[in-house]
């Protein structure tokens, strides 16, 4: 009886992991299809160096560089927002609250991944823009700032929970060998117990960056609709998932040319987060074979 149920297990959990890897070809599939079928029409050297992104204008233009800035633009400053932060706070409740403190409060934090983003996003439209408008003159009612720093409080989350569990996990040994060559606890910190939970850390900054990029409602409430190539964070944008929510409302006509741009936009996503992963993933094994 014990053998069958290690074996059900066993299996159970093999075909999890193939469902798994079985939708995410699907899916892969599925944008590679579509996609094909839009570069029949418009060359991909156009995609990639046209500066202008209006597929659903008269005078259309199908460069992907526009989406790609406003992508890339609202989540750095949600990133430079919440890597700060988030590894401030991680070190502060691993090395310096009291353990009845850090129980109560990490719960608390972890409720900020659990709002949903349309109220972020309408947090972000109608309470940090008006702020921001109070001393930034000239800052458009939709703009790049205000949606990346409240994606940026959105994700903090997840950088300062999994980077606490990493520097939680780093051994009592080392930071009593540190105590004992006279070492602060500041320097403790940041200079023996960042370094031996960096691979952790790091994670915890993938998933973050992967959550930003991948943000939806946030940046189509707060950014605006409006494709520009510019690393102005005054003035509207238009990142490639709020692009796709714009066309999926159902004012394109299925099977156009207009509607398969999402396929393109979306195959362009996750190529680029794709590659993104793999370069991270390469950089926490190399801080990984460095610290060990």
Same mark, same amino acid.
């Given at each position: ?8 297990? /066993? ?29 029949? /029409? ?13 597929? =659903? ?109 990493? =520097? ?5 040994? =080392? ?10 606890? =500041? ?106």
């Amino acid at each position: 009886m014990r053998k069958f149920k290690e074996v059900f297990i /066993e299996k159970s959990l093999l075909t999890s992991a193939l469902i798994t890897i079985l939708i995410t070809l699907g899916i892969i599939l599925v944008l590679s299809l579509e996609a094909v079928n839009f570069f029949r /029409e418009v060359p991909i050297i156009d995609f990639l160096t046209d500066t202008q992104w209006t597929p =659903l204008f008269t005078d259309k233009h199908f460069g992907i560089m526009p989406l790609l800035s406003g992508t890339l633009l609202t989540s750095f400053i949600a990133i430079a927002f919440a890597v700060p932060v988030g590894l401030s706070i991680s070190i502060y409740i691993s090395e310096y609250a009291p353990r009845s403190f850090r129980k109560s409060i990490k719960p608390a934090l972890e409720l900020l991944a659990a709002v949903p983003t349309v109220v972020y996003g309408f947090f972000a439209l109608t309470v940090v823009t008006p702020f921001l408008q109070s001393f930034i003159p000239g800052l458009s009612g939709f703009n790049s700032l205000s949606a990346g720093l409240v994606m940026g409080i959105m994700i903090i989350p997840f950088v300062s929970s999994l980077s606490e569990d990493a =520097l939680h996990a780093v051994p009592n040994s =080392l930071r009593e060998a540190a105590y004992g060559m006279g070492s602060t606890k =500041l320097q403790n910190s940041f200079r023996v117990l960042v370094p031996a939970a960096s691979s952790g850390i790091i994670v915890s900054i993938i998933l973050a960056i992967s959550r930003a990029i991948g943000e939806t409602m946030i940046v189509a409430i707060a950014a605006g609709q409006q494709p520009r190539l510019t690393m102005d964070p005054t003035v509207p944008v238009e990142t490639i998932t709020a692009y796709i929510v714009q066309v999926s409302l159902g004012d394109v006509e299925h099977g156009s040319l207009e509607y398969r741009t999402i396929f393109a936009a979306g195959i362009t996503l996750f190529i680029f987060t794709f590659l993104l992963n793999t370069f991270s993933y390469k950089i926490r094994k190399k801080f990984r074979e460095k610290y060990e």
